[in-house]
């Protein structure tokens, strides 16, 4: 015997405060593992099917674990991978980061400034200046289910 959030069930454990419902600390692992498959940044895809093969894994993820009733860990991967997402596409972008952010509406200066960040792809992506502009629309476009949103249809 042990204590309910000790234990794990169909991917399910009970969360400490007020024993709610919570994702399991190794199904989210297992996401985050298809997820770091999906967008391996030298897989060589079009960044539109990525997003469609990763809305499909979403998906079925969402329509699986959708009666978790603690949402705290998933906000966070949702976070995670819109930030592999840039990576993805930023890496896409190669030298051409410079044009495409000014394309985007960013000033010449901060273009500049962030195009300096260069092959750091991570480091580029964590700027605000890049979150702003990037995969946001994509993602809303191609309806890629967010995490976050489980169980609220």
């Known amino acids: ?3 309910p959030w000790n234990r794990k069930f169909l991917g399910f454990t009970v969360s400490r405060n007020g024993m ?6 190794k199904a989210i692992d297992k996401l985050k593992d298809r997820v770091r498959e999906l967008t391996r940044r030298t897989r060589g895809h079009r960044l539109r099917d990525v997003v469609a093969e990763l ?6 993820w969402k329509a699986y674990f959708g009666i ?5 860990p998933l906000r ?5 991978i819109r930030r592999k997402l840039r ?9 051409a980061g410079y044009r495409e952010l000014r394309r985007r509406g ?5 273009a500049l400034e962030h195009q300096q960040v260069g092959a750091r792809a991570l480091a580029a992506v964590k700027d605000p200046r890049a979150r702003t502009r990037t ?19």
Do not use: F
């Open 106 to 110: 960013v000033s010449v200066r901060e």
């Open 76 to 80: 966070d991967i949702d976070k995670w």
């Open 55 to 60: 809305r499909d894994a979403l998906l079925g």
């Open 87 to 95: 990576c993805y596409h930023w890496k896409q972008w190669g030298r």
């Open 135 to 153: 995969t946001g629309t994509l993602l809303q476009q191609s309806g890629v289910a967010k995490p976050r949103t489980a169980g609220r249809n």
């Open 1 to 3: 015997m042990d204590r």
């Open 68 to 72: 978790a009733e603690v949402l705290s």
């Open 20 to 25: 709610k419902l919570k994702v399991a600390d």
